[in-house]
Structures are given as C-alpha cells and as structure tokens.
T-cell receptor, first 111, second 111 residues
C-alpha cells in the first residue's frame, strides 16, 4: 500500500533558525512528489513538484530535495509568516492522478 | 483570476440528513478532484473527474456519496444519509497532476 510519513508532527523554531522537514514514502512507483503549504481555514497551496531522485527546487526561503525514499523541505532563516502546516504528497505510478498525502508537519516560527 | 471556490464553508447537519457540497473549479480546468480530511487523519482522495466523466472514484467511501459534474463545469458532492463518521473537511481541487489548485474546503459536521 502506498504510504507517506512526515516528521516531525510539529516543529517550533525561533525566527532565523534553519531546519528541515522530512517526508518518507513507500510507493510501488513514483510519478511525482509534491509539497504544499496549508494555513488554518484554507486549502493546501502548491509549493513544489519533484520528479526524480537528486532533483532540487527552491522558492524564497524554501528548498525541496528528493531521494529514492524520502524528500526534505529545508527552511533557511525562517520568518513568522512561514508558520503553517506543510504537507507532502506522492502521485504513485499506479492509478491515475490521485495524491497520497502525509499527515503534515505543523511549523511555528516565533519572532 | 478566480481560484477554486467551494460552498458552503461550513455545514452542520443531523445524522440521517442530506447535504450537498459544491465546487466551482478554475475556469477551463478539465480535471477536478475531491479530497477529504477527517479529524486526526491525512487528506485522502475521493474521486477524479475529467470534464463530466468520472475518471477514478476508487476513494469514495460507500454508496451514500454521490458526485456529479454536469456539463463539465461545477461539481457537487452529495452525502445521503449523512453519518457521524462523514464529519471532516472536504476539499476540491482543479488543474493537473503536476499542479493542483485547492479550494478552501467545506467543513462538514454531522451531529
């Protein structure tokens, strides 16, 4: 069964304190791995798609990387506005265009 | 450009009643997805439309759930009769598998 596990469940950082969120996955085949940001009361907001091991993508203070078994979302010098829940999802090769989500990491950045 | 819009934002109904959720996708998007997050669990796929056709409904929990997309524009998700375990946040998304845009969700509470 396709499965996505995110860690930690919650992370509290001081402003400027860099860290990484982990997403490990077990799928029969991977068409793509997705990172989303979700603010309270809102739907997931697309951040990145990664397709193959070794791929990296960056957006402002965020950088996503992918290996054959896991992905990392690195947050460099975060600001309070980066506080949100970060969701990881995979699109397995079997099946058509449906995402399998992890439970998310709730990130809080204290000023 | 308007994003994905969902109605209502919140709905509280009694067990056994019927509720209909609506999703207006981004104009021109053929792909429309429904997802659900129940309390404490990860977001899970329900079904996928391409235009007005159901491409994959493998995530629909049971036959109390009926999704439609007449004319390939907006979609409705009807729950009849509602049960307590149907409570959760229902998300709609449109776009492609490489970048899906989510609505803000409908929070359904069955009491």
């Amino acid at each position: 069964e396709d499965q996505v596990t995110q860690s930690p469940e919650a992370l509290r950082l001081q402003e400027g304190e860099s860290s990484s969120l982990n997403c490990s996955y077990t799928v029969s085949g991977l068409r793509g791995l997705f990172w989303y940001r979700q603010d309270p009361g809102k739907g997931p907001e697309f951040l990145f798609t990664l397709y193959s091991a070794g791929e990296e993508k960056e957006k402002e203070r965020l950088k996503a990387t992918l290996t054959k078994k896991e992905s990392f979302l690195h947050i460099t010098a975060p600001k309070p506005e980066d506080s949100a829940t970060y969701l990881c999802a995979v699109d397995p090769i079997q099946g058509a265009q449906k995402l399998v989500f992890g439970q998310g990491t709730r990130l809080t950045i204290n000023p | 450009e308007a994003g994905v819009t969902q109605f209502p934002s919140h709905s509280v109904i009694e067990k056994g009643q019927t509720v209909t959720l609506r999703c207006d996708p981004i104009s021109g998007h053929d792909n429309l997805y429904w997802y659900r997050r129940v309390m404490g669990k990860e977001i899970k796929f329900l079904l996928h439309f391409v235009k007005e056709s159901k491409q994959d409904e493998s995530g629909m929990p049971n036959n109390r759930f009926l999704a439609e997309r007449t004319g390939g524009t907006y979609s409705t998700l009807k729950v009849q009769p509602a049960e307590l375990e149907d409570s959760g946040v229902y998300f709609c998304a449109s776009g492609s598998y490489t970048e899906a845009f989510f609505g803000q969700g409908t929070r359904l509470t069955v009491v």
